[in-house]
């Protein structure tokens, strides 16, 4: 299994709303991330997980909370999110912390009105 | 921190010619350098990779070369087909060392026209 996969694929949420997105994968990576793509832009980097702790956080708002409830698994929290949030979220892995080829979701398209 | 320079933003190319990206670094503590391809609507996936210990690398009709003096590396595609469509990022990073993770360039939209 060579794939990390991310639910939901849409999401729709108002400013006031909490919700999560999720991420799981089972190729025994030890690295985990978390990245915001906007449109014709590349990846953005949020978070990095390594060996279930928080290594990297690139000074997200508070309103994006992320949890590594194991190896296997990585959430992101969201709440009071503002319309300029709406982005792909990507959920991405690697064998090591920052080292090799990045395996990437399909992504979380989320929508805040 | 690193800062990568993607050119060109858009590239269009008749089918079966040759397609060349070029990309730019400045910290020169960086050794690893993928590049990484999204069709619309799907995934980045890498398709290639190089490290600073090697000056080119080859995989089909895919190479990437790399010039660690000048701080630059570029992609070539050569027989190009519709398939090739999408947008490529370069990368750079410290592998294993920096504290920063990859840092993307901006993007190539590449047109393959029939």
């Known amino acids: 299994d060579t794939e990390v996969t991310q639910t939901p694929k849409h999401l729709v949420m108002g400013m006031t709303n909490k919700k999560s997105l999720k991420c799981e994968q089972h190729m025994g990576h030890r690295a985990m991330y978390w990245y915001k793509q906007k449109a014709k832009k590349p990846p953005e980097l949020m978070f990095v997980?390594?060996?279930?702790?928080?290594?990297i956080n690139e000074s997200v708002p508070s309103r994006f909370s992320p949890e590594c409830p194991n190896s296997s698994l990585l959430n992101l929290h969201l709440h009071a999110l503002q319309p300029e949030d709406s982005a792909l979220y990507l959920c991405a892995s690697s064998q090591g912390f920052l080292a090799g080829e990045l395996f990437f979701g399909e992504g979380s398209r989320l929508t805040v009105l | 921190g690193e800062n990568v320079e993607q050119h060109p933003s858009t590239l269009s190319v008749q089918e079966g010619d040759s397609a060349v990206i070029k990309c730019t670094y400045s910290?020169?503590?960086?050794?690893?350098f993928p590049w990484y391809k999204q069709e619309l609507g799907k995934r980045p996936q890498l398709i290639i990779d190089?490290?600073?210990?090697?000056g080119e690398k080859k995989d089909q009709r895919i190479a990437v070369t790399l010039n660690k003096t000048a701080k630059h590396f570029s992609l070539h595609i050569t027989e190009t087909q519709p398939e090739d469509s999408a947008v490529y990022f370069c990368a750079a990073s410290i592998e294993g060392g920096g504290a920063d993770g990859l840092t993307f360039g901006k993007g190539t939209h590449l047109i393959i026209q029939p």
């Open positions: 910290d020169s503590a960086s050794n690893y």
């Open positions: 997980y390594s060996y279930e702790k928080l290594s």
């Open positions: 190089i490290r600073s210990n090697v």
